[in-house]
């Protein structure tokens, strides 16, 4: 399993899983089902801001809702990646991308499942359980984006991926090149939304 490869820190598993000819999809899927139980579990406990809707639907949209972001985290690190490809000259296949997309967002999806026990056990929180901006509370947006990514599912997401890339093309001297433009990304979408 993908996930336990990477909370038990089984490098050699990861490579050899994105030098093999393996199908992909039972790692895609174990992301998705594991990311939709938790966003539904977060929709039932969530409190919509006064909606009338029913928590199983509710439960649903946040269902949903998880899987896109899954499904858009994925497309962001092959987007960018592929961008590093292309400056750096990396010599990594779209397949091999993928699979690292997907590697790196088990932390996230680690993140999801994390939130949602923790929305179980102390209820729902409107800004998570994972990031430092939960408990500064800041509405200055420039500190808040700051805060939101100081999340160690989120940094963890960006050392996984950028030392995989780097170690995967024996570009070890660009690892702290991918990681700051990665985290300037990240807070420039922090920022912006």
Not at 80 to 86: A, E, G, P, Q
Not at 126 to 142: I, L, R, W
Request: net charge positive; aromatic share 16%.
């Amino acid at each position: 399993m993908l996930i336990i490869n990477v909370i038990f820190g089984k490098l050699d598993e990861l490579f050899a899983f994105l030098r093999s000819d393996k199908k992909q999809w039972p790692a895609f899927f174990e992301l998705v089902i594991l990311s939709a139980g938790a966003g539904f579990i977060l929709g039932l406990r969530t409190n919509m801001h006064g909606l009338q809707l029913g928590r199983l639907l509710v439960g649903t949209f946040t269902s949903v809702g998880a899987i896109l972001g899954l499904l858009f985290s994925i497309l962001a690190l092959f987007v960018l990646f592929f961008v590093f490809k292309l400056i750096f000259g990396l010599e990594i296949s779209n397949r091999e991308l993928y699979k690292v997309g997907l590697i790196g967002n088990v932390p996230n999806v680690l993140g999801t499942i994390f939130t949602a026990i923790c929305t179980l056990i102390f209820g729902f929180n409107e800004k998570g359980y994972t990031s430092v901006q939960s408990f500064a509370e800041t509405e200055v947006k420039p500190l808040a984006a700051f805060y939101n990514i100081l999340d160690p599912f989120t940094i963890a997401e960006i050392l996984l991926v950028s030392y995989l890339v780097a170690r995967f093309t024996n570009k070890m001297k660009l690892l702290p090149v991918f990681v700051g433009i990665w985290l300037v990304i990240k807070y420039a979408f922090g920022f912006i939304g």
